[in-house]
């Protein structure tokens, strides 16, 4: 089973331009979950999306925003970048049909605003 | 606001001995714990959970204790191994949610 594919890996953008990461949840996953981690920071929440619908947000700025297709796939994209959107940005898959929780995260986007 | 904390940055230890790694929380409504593993240049990777209603967890070498009163959780693993060397991510979340809250981490190293 293919696990949770995050394109691209990497990037580098400047201050003020926008970006788009993409996630590709494990198939029969519906929940994209997404998380920012910096360093002495560990990972913080952005937003869950289920279903094409987000469910939970995390204490970000309206500059991060997401969305699901029907396909589960995820986008998320940061509008007027600034120096301290530089960070790994993890994507996360749950079947949410068991108790555990259990997310299965991405290899992550690394993005650095110059 | 950092409701799930990891207070040490880092542990060494030795090949063979008992690694401890510590984490507090702050919301008692918290009802299912997490570890995750990162390897560099990897996501993080599910290792052992607990739900709210035990005290203890465990797999294999490794072995989850939660302190409910204290709003404190371990992971023990024993024995430690070179191959555990990773950062170990503790975390936090509410029954079948999936906004999870996670501490900063531990780095752990284990020399041989």
């Known amino acids: 089973k293919a696990g949770v594919t995050q394109t691209p890996r990497y990037l580098i953008k400047t201050r003020g331009q926008q970006v788009t990461l993409s996630c590709s949840p494990i198939s029969g996953h519906r929940s994209v979950s997404w998380y920012q981690q910096t360093p002495g920071q560990g990972l913080q929440f952005l937003f869950e999306?289920?279903?094409?619908?987000?469910?939970n947000k995390g204490n970000f700025p309206g500059r991060f925003s997401g969305r699901q297709f029907s396909n589960s796939r995820s986008e998320m994209n940061v509008s007027t970048l600034e120096l301290g959107d530089s960070a790994l940005y993890l994507c996360?898959?749950?079947?949410?049909?068991?108790?555990?929780?259990?997310?299965?995260f991405g290899e992550g986007s690394r993005l650095t605003v110059l | 606001d950092q409701q799930v904390k990891q207070n040490s940055p880092s542990l060494s230890v030795q090949e063979g001995r008992i690694s401890i790694l510590n984490c507090d929380y702050t919301?008692?409504?918290?009802?299912?714990f997490l570890w995750y593993k990162k390897y560099p240049a990897e996501g993080p990777t599910f290792l052992i959970s607990?739900?709210?209603?035990?005290d203890k967890n465990e797999d294999g070498r490794f072995t989850v204790f939660l302190n409910k009163s204290a709003k404190h959780l371990s992971l023990h693993i024993v024995p430690s191994q070179p191959g555990d060397s990773a950062v170990y991510f503790c975390?936090?979340?509410?029954?079948?949610?999936?906004?999870?809250?996670f501490g900063a981490g531990t780095r752990l190293t284990v020399k041989p």
């Open positions: 996360a898959s749950s079947s949410r049909t068991g108790l555990t929780g259990e997310l299965f």
């Open positions: 607990i739900s709210s209603i035990k």
């Open positions: 999306y289920f279903s094409e619908t987000q469910r």
């Open positions: 919301n008692s409504m918290f009802d299912y």
């Open positions: 975390a936090a979340s509410f029954y079948n949610n999936n906004d999870m809250r």
